[in-house]
C-alpha cells in the first residue's frame, strides 16, 4: 500500500526560500507520476508542479521561475525547491500520486483523492 509524507515546510519572510520533501513507502517514487498541490486558506486545493516517472516536470504559472521539483531516486524523494516566496504562496503543500502522464507530460489530477497531512507554508513579514 502506497503511503506518502510531506515535510519541510516552515514560516519564512517574502524572497526567501524553502525546500520540500515527498518521501514514499510501499511504492518507490520513481514508479509514480507525483504531483505537489497546495491549498491556501479560504480556497481550493489547487495543483502546483508535477514530475512524471519519466522525470518531465510542469509548473503553473504563478510559481513558474521560482519553484522546481525534482527526484532523488537514491533517497526516494521528490522535491519541491521554492524560492523567491510571496505571501500568496501560504498553505499547506500535499504531494500525492497523479493520473498517468501523457505523452511524457505530467497532469495535475490527483489519481486515488488520497491525501497525507501536507507540510504547511507560511510566508509573511
Known amino acids: 500500500q502506497l503511503r506518502i509524507v510531506e515535510s519541510g515546510g516552515g514560516s519564512v519572510q517574502p524572497g526567501e526560500s524553502l525546500r520540500l520533501s515527498c518521501t514514499t513507502s510501499?511504492?518507490?517514487?520513481?514508479?509514480?507520476?507525483i504531483g505537489w498541490f497546495r491549498q491556501a486558506p479560504g480556497k481550493e486545493r489547487e495543483g502546483v508542479s508535477c514530475i512524471s516517472l519519466e522525470g518531465a516536470t510542469y509548473n503553473i504559472d504563478a510559481v513558474k521561475g521560482r519553484f522546481t521539483v525534482s527526484r532523488d531516486d537514491a533517497k526516494n524523494t521528490v522535491y519541491l525547491q521554492m524560492n523567491a516566496l510571496k505571501p500568496e504562496d501560504t498553505g499547506v503543500y500535499y504531494c500525492?500520486?497523479?493520473?498517468?502522464?501523457?505523452?511524457?507530460?505530467?497532469?495535475?489530477?490527483?489519481?486515488?483523492?488520497?491525501w497525507g497531512q501536507g507540510t504547511r507554508v507560511t510566508v509573511s513579514t
Open positions: 500525492t500520486q497523479i493520473v498517468p502522464s501523457v505523452r511524457g507530460t505530467c497532469v495535475l489530477v490527483d489519481l486515488y483523492g488520497s
Open positions: 510501499g511504492v518507490t517514487v520513481d514508479r509514480l507520476d
